[in-house]
């Protein structure tokens, strides 16, 4: 008892030391990654590990902060005059890495730029932005195409971050290879494939954001290797850890290993625009044929959360009463009897060349192969999964919905609005576009909230596609990195972190 | 000899455009479109229209292949449509690691294969000759991927005598280039070694029973200049050969090395261009790597001849 007392008082001392000390300057953080960006221009690159690079050397119009709540970021407030008119006060005395200035005249070229087709930017958020006027030097006005809501949302996203215009015009194409923002960290070198440096921007605006002296991305792209790096010191931080690790991880004292539930999740798309998926039954039969928990449990490690719908549990519209389907066999036979395939029938699985849609796809095979449902497994290169959903000439395929954000909309309107971005000719259901147009224009959290629990309510009983499991986003950390949140977008946050001398 | 040499340089020209249209063929063969991987999906035709203009990939394949030649010839392998970067910068940021790795492996393959190869020859059937085989299957049969996470975690994790991974530039250090180099090394060399130790045993013990080498051994020269002159000199045409071949199929399992080792080098390159329809990139890599295995299989030539007078009359 004594003893158990004196620990917890050790234990809370040491806590205390560690809340207390003073955030540290200078040092060299060294990040691993097995996946090299393909550019750092934020506007041209698409994926989500980009982020760990592009947060530090570019900043949004608009910031998260650790719970994904929006935050002023380039931005220091911002006014919905009305439904379709935005205003947005920048920060004053903010300079590019190239030493230009950032101003209203910056912002408006950043977004004509996403704009132009000749860009070919993939921000597709800032479609519904119509014009961008400069009102004063340090103020802008946004005009929509349409009333949203979620315009300061878009504009944390790639949309956000803000360029140097002068760097652009100089540098062209290889702006990508050379970036310059206005983030605590500046662009030093990049080593294609080997390494990516960046510095301390001393003259970033807020001081208290970049303590280290440099930030070193390593590129490691065998998994293994990555980790065994980590575990031998080599590098300091690791972010999206393989599932498999991360057991042995957390045994090692000297790392510190977060994990908390993400925003995506692995899922069978079906086609519910052509047979056999047309009949919602048939859909129903598939979703009750599936044991979720166990597949999260051997197939990932159970680095994860069982998925119910389309929503995350680290979604603030999250209906935490809404349980996935438990497996009920018999159910699932009757309700293919309904939708007049009693005896089962064959269909063709799209699976793309990552090893978790493959396992995934494997595993549901199996399982819906006992309600009499052949699944013939089509192993093809993702690009080619992606052209076949695309013209819409599939019938199902074993994929990842990347969650960006925990924002509904962003899931939901894609996916299920009948004018979704990946969703034309897919799945109909003229209750849910309503519900999903009357979110989208609404104002409040709460309003917003109780239309989407409506809208996932129906496409869940619908069973549009089947979801199986959230990922946890992840991140392993030597003890001495200190001040890296984990959101549950799973990007890397440097700004603000330190190291312990 | 010199005109034998000059034709073999003369026919890499036409073997270098054979592979150069035979590569470009094959990538058309591959599903999938690069236009799409590059808009995404959410592009509308319009905008994958326009793009595919500015790629080329809507004209006729001759005609795509005539205007890469015709600027390939230049020396401009275009800009990579997926990276922005100009094909030529890739390559040649990658090439100096590849290199080094490629002349590690090669040099550690040679002399350990020579060693293990001479050995085994020493006296056929002895304990040294089965250990030699017994060392040889393993290098064989041991998958580059294994070997090379099996070094990681032995040499590294657990001893830590050298990095698990990355690439130090030999300006920046000799010393921790090659410490970074030693792993993959072993690993590049541990089936090539194996081979040739293979092929010097059996050259080397054929040629030992030849009636010359009796006769040479009968009149009474030391065992040394036996071995030297006589067997050796006759024993290396074989082992140049599967040398020569071995330097080249180098390339193709470079990529599996780089890949463990985290070493920025074209293999790696040439996966990730080809997973991303990155077709201009392919072309640049594939042809580096054709004329690689040309030099290499020149090289071999212009040896034999100075090794074998006999060739040299022909």
């Known amino acids: 008892m004594r003893k158990a007392l004196i620990v917890t008082v050790l234990v809370l001392g040491l806590m205390w030391t560690g809340d207390l000390s003073a955030q540290q300057r200078g040092g060299t953080l060294r990040v691993g990654q097995a996946r090299s960006p393909v550019s750092l221009d934020p506007h041209l690159g698409v994926s989500l590990h980009e982020f760990h690079v592009l947060y530090a050397i570019f900043d949004g119009l608009v910031m998260y902060d650790e719970n994904l709540g929006l935050r002023?970021?380039?931005?220091?407030?911002?006014?919905?005059?009305?439904?379709?008119?935005?205003?947005?006060?920048?920060?004053?005395?903010?300079?590019?890495?190239?030493?230009?200035?950032?101003?209203?005249?910056?912002?408006?070229?950043?977004?004509?730029?996403?704009?132009?087709?000749?860009?070919?930017?993939?921000?597709?958020?800032?479609?519904?932005?119509?014009a961008v006027e400069v009102v004063d030097p340090h103020t802008v006005r946004f005009r929509l195409r349409t009333p949203t809501g979620l315009l300061p949302t878009f504009l944390a996203e790639r949309g956000g971050l803000m360029v140097s215009p002068a760097a652009v015009q100089r540098l062209g194409p290889d702006h990508g290879r050379q970036p310059i923002g206005t983030g605590p960290y500046r662009f030093v070198e990049w080593k294609a494939d080997d390494h990516i440096t960046l510095a301390r921007w001393e003259q970033y605006w807020d001081r208290d954001a970049a303590y280290l002296d440099r930030i070193v991305y390593r590129i490691i792209p065998d998994e293994s290797v990555l980790v065994t790096n980590l575990r031998g010191g080599q590098v300091d931080l690791v972010m999206d850890v393989p599932p498999k690790d991360l057991g042995g991880l957390k045994r090692e004292g000297s790392l510190a290993v977060h994990q908390r539930p993400g925003l995506g999740f692995y899922w069978i798309n079906l086609n519910s625009g052509a047979p056999p998926f047309d009949k919602k039954a048939v859909r129903q039969a598939l979703a009750l044929a599936l044991d979720r928990p166990a597949m999260l449990r051997g197939l990932y490690f159970g680095a994860g959360t069982p998925a119910a719908g389309p929503v995350a549990p680290a979604s603030w519209a999250f209906n935490g009463a809404l349980k996935p389907p438990g497996r009920d066999l018999a159910l699932a036979r009757r309700k293919l009897a309904e939708g007049g395939l009693p005896n089962g029938f064959t269909f063709k699985m799209l699976v793309g060349s990552t090893p978790m849609y493959r396992t995934n796809a494997t595993a549901v095979q199996a399982q819906l192969d006992e309600i009499g449902v052949k699944a013939e497994l089509e192993i093809a290169e993702t690009v080619k999964v992606l052209q076949q959903v695309v013209a819409r000439t599939y019938q199902a395929s074993s994929t990842i919905w990347i969650g960006l954000n925990p924002d509904p909309d962003l899931v939901l309107h894609p996916l299920y609005h009948s004018q979704g971005l990946f969703n034309k000719d897919r799945y109909r259901n003229a209750r849910v576009d309503e519900l999903l147009d009357r979110a989208r224009a609404a104002e409040g959290q709460d309003e917003r909230r109780a239309l989407y629990r409506d809208a996932v309510d129906l496409i869940v009983e619908d069973a549009a596609d089947l979801w199986l499991y959230h990922p946890d986003v992840t991140a392993a950390m030597s003890r001495k990195v200190r001040g890296v949140p984990l959101p549950a977008d799973g990007r890397l946050r440097i700004r603000g972190a330190w190291l312990e001398p | 000899m010199g005109a034998s040499i000059a034709g073999r340089i003369a026919l890499t020209v036409p073997t270098l455009l054979l592979v150069s249209g035979l590569v470009f063929s094959l990538l058309l063969l591959l599903p999938g479109d690069p236009v799409l991987l590059i808009l995404g999906p959410e592009a509308s035709p319009e905008e994958r229209q326009t793009l595919a203009r500015e790629l080329g990939t809507d004209r006729p394949v001759p005609v795509q292949y005539l205007a890469w030649l015709t600027r390939a010839l230049q020396g401009d392998l275009g800009r990579s449509p997926r990276t922005q970067q100009p094909v030529v910068r890739a390559i040649g940021e990658r090439l100096p690691p590849t290199l080094e790795l490629a002349g590690l492996g090669m040099a550690l393959a040679i002399a350990g294969g020579g060693i293990l190869g001479l050995a085994a020859a020493w006296r056929p059937g002895s304990w040294l000759d089965r250990l030699s085989l017994g060392v040889c299957t393993l290098g064989v049969a041991v998958p580059t991927f294994w070997l090379g996470i099996l070094l990681v975690l032995g040499l590294s994790l657990h001893l830590g005598l050298v990095p698990p991974s990355g690439y130090v530039p030999p300006r920046e250090g000799l010393v921790a280039n090659l410490r970074a180099m030693v792993l993959p090394a072993i690993t590049v060399a541990a089936t090539m070694g194996a081979v040739i130790a293979r092929t010097v045993r059996a050259s080397v013990v054929e040629v030992a029973g030849e009636t010359y080498v009796v006769t040479a051994r009968a009149k009474g020269l030391p065992e040394v200049a036996v071995f030297l002159r006589h067997v050796l000199r006759n024993a290396l045409a074989p082992i140049l050969a599967v040398v020569g071949l071995q330097v080249g199929r180098l390339m193709g399992g470079m990529v599996i090395t780089e890949t463990i080792f985290a070493i920025p080098g074209i293999g790696r390159l040439a996966v990730d261009s080809v997973l991303a329809r990155d077709f201009l990139t392919v072309q640049g890599v594939v042809l580096v790597m054709a004329v690689w295995v040309l030099l290499a299989n020149l090289a071999v030539d212009v040896l034999h001849l100075v090794a074998d007078p006999r060739i040299r009359r022909l």
């Open chain 1, 72 to 130: 002023p970021g380039l931005a220091e407030s911002w006014q919905r005059v009305d439904s379709r008119t935005w205003v947005f006060r920048l920060r004053k005395g903010v300079k590019f890495h190239d030493g230009t200035d950032f101003d209203a005249a910056a912002v408006k070229w950043n977004v004509e730029r996403i704009k132009n087709p000749e860009t070919r930017a993939r921000v597709r958020d800032l479609e519904v932005v119509d």
